[in-house]
């Protein structure tokens, strides 16, 4: 199994998340993981109010910082 797919397991990310990509910075200290998750267009994402699938209207590429979830 290679990386992505482990990752991708370990995110728990399900269609229609896809992990395209990762980057691990060991310049930075501490390191910095890069995770690059997209979904193709078109996909339609459940409500998290009701449930209901809806098309998304925001596909701007964000950078999010979990730093605080690691030690």
Same mark, same amino acid.
């Given at each position: 199994?290679?990386?992505?797919?482990? /990752?991708?397991? %370990?995110? %728990?990310?399900? &269609? @229609?998340?896809?992990?395209? $990509?990762? !980057?691990?910075?060991?310049? &930075?200290?501490? !390191?910095?993981? =890069?995770? =690059?998750? #997209?979904?193709?267009? %078109?996909?339609? =994402? @459940?409500? @998290? #109010?009701? %449930?209901?699938?809806? @098309?998304? !209207? $925001?596909?701007? $590429?964000?950078?999010?910082? /979990?730093?605080?979830?690691? $030690?």
């Amino acid at each position: 199994m290679e990386g992505t797919q482990i /990752l991708t397991l %370990g995110l %728990g990310l399900e &269609v @229609p998340w896809i992990l395209k $990509d990762q !980057h691990l910075d060991t310049a &930075v200290s501490p !390191h910095r993981l =890069y995770l =690059y998750v #997209e979904a193709e267009r %078109g996909s339609l =994402y @459940p409500c @998290p #109010e009701c %449930g209901k699938a809806c @098309p998304a !209207h $925001d596909f701007a $590429d964000k950078i999010l910082c /979990l730093s605080g979830l690691v $030690d």
